[in-house]
């Protein structure tokens, strides 16, 4: 993890669905833009779509950061410089992303010991079973989870914009998502008071 410009922690947003007309997107941007306003973190987006890891062919573990593949040592160094992470998933057939899964399997020591918020989509489970699937490769990776938003029915959430669509959430999302940034920001405060002591 690196000290951005500003002082402020850094903290990514990964958009984990890839699909084209996905709902990630505009939601990611709408939770971007959310915990950007709280003026507490540098945000940055992490797109999967947009950053195309192959499947995993490295040829030694993640754990030894020895990487040999160009895309993984990019990928490691965009993740590294990251206190915190928020991921905005979709639920496929009660499961998560396998890009998700893909981008979590590159790395190691990047991910370890940081927080994640848990924005999960879909229809009336709200994503809620691809989050608790994703559960085990959280705690295997020592992310630790502070924080989970369910957004149920996605598709009634958004509208058309221009060439887009915008997502506009309930009264219940929304504080969920600012409860969720305030455990964010006390961990990754605790994360950092601990570093410099």
């Known amino acids: 993890m690196t000290e951005s410009s ?3 922690p850094l903290v990514q947003v990964l958009i984990a ?7 990630g997107a505009p939601t990611a941007r709408w939770v971007a833009a959310e915990a950007a306003a709280g003026g507490a973190f540098d945000i940055e987006v992490v797109d999967l779509a947009e950053i195309g890891l192959p499947m995993l062919a490295e040829p030694g573990h993640p754990s030894s950061g020895d990487y040999q593949m160009a895309s993984t040592r990019a990928f490691s160094e965009l993740i590294d410089r990251a ?3 928020i991921f905005v998933m979709p639920e496929y057939n009660h499961g998560y992303h396998a890009a998700l899964k893909n981008a979590l399997d590159h790395l190691f ?4 010991g940081k927080p994640v918020i848990l924005v999960s989509y879909g229809g ?5 079973r691809a989050a608790m699937a994703l559960e085990p490769v959280l705690i295997a990776l020592q992310l630790q989870v502070v924080g989970f938003v369910p957004i149920p029915h996605i598709d009634q959430l958004l509208h058309p914009r221009g060439d887009g669509r915008v997502f506009r ?3 219940p999302i929304e504080h969920g998502l600012t409860t969720a940034l305030d455990a964010l920001h006390r961990t990754v405060q605790s994360k950092r008071t ?4």
């Open 6 to 8: 500003t002082g402020r």
């Open 17 to 23: 669905s890839t699909r084209p007309g996905r709902a």
């Open 83 to 85: 206190a915190g992470y």
């Open 109 to 112: 020591r990047e991910w370890r």
């Open 124 to 128: 009336v489970a709200a994503g809620a």
């Open 169 to 171: 959430p309930t009264a």
């Open 194 to 197: 601990a570093a410099h002591t």
